[in-house]
């Protein structure tokens, strides 16, 4: 519960930057697309951290890998 109060009130002050580390890592499946619509709706960047590719792949248009070769775009 904190955690979608804290990025309802992060997107509610309308900054032009969120910085999320592994976001989907505490929140149940029941949530994930909530989570989802207001991280899609939300009209700034986002640099996120995560290891699910599944929620990557929903919520960005442009995905990085860090690989032991450097960062490489995957999408």
Known sequence: MKL???LFLM????PEILILDEVTRNI???NQEKIQN???SFKGCI???SHDR????AC???IWELTSR???KIT
């Open 70 to 72: 450097g960062l490489i």
């Open 4 to 6: 979608k109060l804290l």
């Open 11 to 14: 997107t509610a002050l309308d």
């Open 28 to 30: 149940s499946p029941i």
């Open 60 to 62: 960005f248009s442009k």
């Open 38 to 40: 207001l991280i899609q």
């Open 47 to 49: 640099v996120a951290v």
């Open 54 to 57: 599944s929620f990557l792949e």
